[in-house]
């Protein structure tokens, strides 16, 4: 069974740029999270879709948007990149929605560094 | 809101020494507990999990028992190996209200030297 699979794996875009990460679930997984990891804030929630819905929301600015598709597939968009949107960026999936005492399983990130 | 803390790294221990890694949390209600691990150019990896009091969760010789009294959630192991080597997350989730989501300790960063 593949893993949970985002790409690309690395991103270098300028500041007031967009960009728009992808990350493709384990199969039959319908759950899909977001978080930014950086050594200063560790990591933090950004988002979490199951059946194409946001189930949840961390505390991020409306530059930082998400959205699920009928395939489970999850895109997160990042509009006017600011230097501190420099991060790895952690997908997640999990069977149901909540991920919470059901395991959730990572993608390896996609590094984006915003110049 | 929900925080949880952990022992700053890094942590750098020889071959076969034992290894403690504090978490310590603050939550309402009865939250899970986890320990995930991130090996160097991987993704996290769910080690442990506990979602009850007294609980222990165990897993390639790492356990961590989830203390009330307390609030905490310290990872052990035993005899450390090299392949060990990695960083440490300490989680929790509250099912409390409509807060579903991970909150994690900034993580700790383990180096076995053989």
């Known amino acids: 069974k593949a893993g949970v699979t985002q790409t690309p794996r690395y991103l270098i875009k300028t500041r007031g740029q967009q960009v728009t990460l992808s990350c493709s679930p384990i199969?039959?997984?319908?759950?899909v999270s977001w978080y930014q990891q950086t050594p200063g804030q560790g990591l933090q929630f950004l988002f979490e879709y199951f059946s194409e819905t946001q189930r949840n929301k961390g505390n991020f600015p409306g530059r930082f948007s998400g959205r699920q598709f009928s395939n489970s597939r999850s895109e997160m968009n990042v509009s006017t990149l600011e230097l501190g949107d420099s991060a790895l960026y952690l997908c997640?999936?999990?069977?149901?929605?909540?991920?919470?005492?059901?395991?959730?399983?990572f993608g390896p990130g996609t590094r984006l560094t915003v110049l | 809101g929900d925080s949880v803390t952990q022992m700053e790294g890094p942590v750098t221990l020889s071959e076969e020494a034992f290894l403690t890694i504090n978490c310590t949390y603050t939550?309402?209600?009865?939250?899970?507990l986890f320990w995930y691990v991130q090996y160097p150019g991987e993704g996290l990896q769910l080690l442990l999990k506990?979602?009850?009091a007294d609980d222990k969760g165990s897993n390639k010789g790492f356990e961590a028992t989830y203390r009330k009294e307390t609030t905490s959630f310290h990872l052990e192991k035993g005899s450390v190996q090299v392949s060990d080597s990695a960083v440490y997350f300490c989680a929790l989730s509250n099912n409390a209200g409509n807060n579903r989501k991970l909150i994690w300790g900034l993580g700790t960063s383990l180096a076995v030297n053989p």
């Open positions: 506990a979602t009850k």
């Open positions: 939550a309402t209600g009865y939250p899970s």
């Open positions: 199969s039959g997984h319908r759950s």
């Open positions: 997640a999936s999990s069977l149901v929605e909540g991920g919470t005492n059901n395991e959730q399983f």
